[in-house]
């Protein structure tokens, strides 16, 4: 069964430190989300796309994040610099469209020391 | 904006019990609500996904109810088994937005 991919699984950093984060969604799916969650809590939007376009990236801090899906396939998330409150699993998830049942890759878990 | 609550936060069952999992949201104009499970350290895993215009979907030992009018879903597992112990989210989707509860961790004692 086709899976959405992510790496790295782990990422150990120091504050003030660039990390990035990439995923791979299913074929053809043409919504990719980038989730963040906190242990104990529900995911919470970062930033969604259709195709290569940002849906919604209300959620997103921009004065440190940023995320880009180029050709509307793969896609990378990036901060910098990291913070200590940075540290948390991040989530990538596709669907074929917009409210459509999502796939999860396995998450990138991120310690900021 | 919506609110979705999952009580309780954490339950134990033993073995072969059926279970009861509780969502609820505050906005009933929504588009569809989806269960997951996730694994400690795993991503999610859909298992169920229920239209605004329907009121239940089935899938094996799994059953999904909804009522949009009150605002509430209900995810029943029957005769549960050690194997199902994870933690259950349900989400709701209004427009194209996806909001999230907190999920309920399950254990399931042998």
């Known amino acids: 069964e086709a899976e959405v991919a992510q790496s790295p699984r782990y990422k150990i950093t120091e504050k003030s430190q660039a990390v990035a984060f990439w995923c791979d969604p299913i074929?053809?799916?043409?919504?990719l989300y980038w989730y963040r969650q906190i242990l104990g809590q529900g995911p919470e939007l970062l930033v969604q796309f259709q195709d290569e376009s940002v849906v919604d990236d209300s959620q997103l801090p921009k004065d440190r994040f940023s995320a880009e899906r180029l050709k509307g396939v793969d896609s990378t998330l990036k901060i910098q610099p990291a913070e200590l409150g940075d540290s948390a699993m991040y989530l990538c998830?596709?669907?074929?469209?917009?409210?459509?049942?999502?796939?999860f890759g396995s998450g990138t878990q991120l310690s900021v020391l | 904006k919506q609110e979705v609550t999952q009580i309780p936060a954490a339950l134990s069952v033993p073995e072969g019990e059926n279970l009861v999992l509780n969502c609820s949201f505050t906005?009933?104009?929504?588009?569809?609500l989806q269960w997951f499970r996730q694994d400690p350290g795993k991503g999610l895993t859909s298992l169920l996904l229920i239209q605004s215009s329907q009121r239940e979907q089935t899938s094996g030992r799994l059953n999904a109810s909804l009522d949009k009018s009150s605002g509430r879903s209900t995810l029943y597992i029957a005769a549960s088994q050690p194997g199902d112990s994870a933690t259950y989210l349900c989400a709701v989707s209004d427009d194209y937005k996806l909001s999230f509860g907190a999920g309920t961790t399950v254990t399931v004692r042998a």
């Open positions: 906005d009933s104009a929504i588009y569809n």
């Open positions: 998830a596709s669907s074929l469209a917009t409210n459509e049942k999502l796939f």
């Open positions: 074929s053809g799916h043409a919504t």
